[in-house]
């Protein structure tokens, strides 16, 4: 399985981002999606996680401001950003695989990893 993040790029406070990852090859390995991020200097986290019945799960910093969603066919999943603050800024990595998000976490696969840089 591959996974290809795209979107991340450099936003101002308070705008908006829309990050997006594609999965190819043994997609039917994969119900389950999330996205962490990793802060220099510190470890990686939660940002949001959608499961394969569609259930969501999001860190309580990024409640009411990121929206986790997936295309209809599962394969790419979607992280829509806004409100986005300075300690938003990461690097954000796409994870895929199945069972629960601590699952996938352990033995799913990543993506490569895009930037996100919240500045003014």
């Known amino acids: 399985v591959q996974l290809v993040e795209s979107g991340g790029g450099l936003a101002q406070p308070g705008g908006s981002l829309r990050l997006s990852c594609a999965a190819s090859?043994?997609?039917?390995?994969?119900?389950?999606m999330a996205w962490y991020r990793q802060a220099p200097g510190n470890q990686r986290e939660l940002v949001a996680g959608i499961l394969s019945g569609g259930s969501t799960e999001y860190a309580d910093s990024v409640k009411g401001r990121f929206t986790i969603s997936r295309d209809n066919v599962k394969t790419t999943v979607y992280l829509q950003m806004n409100s986005l603050k300075p300690e938003d800024t990461a690097v954000y990595y796409c994870n895929a695989g199945a069972g629960n998000i601590p699952s996938m976490r352990l033995y799913g696969y990543w993506g490569q990893g895009t930037q996100v840089t919240v500045s003014s």
């Open positions: 090859g043994r997609i039917l390995s994969i119900d389950s």
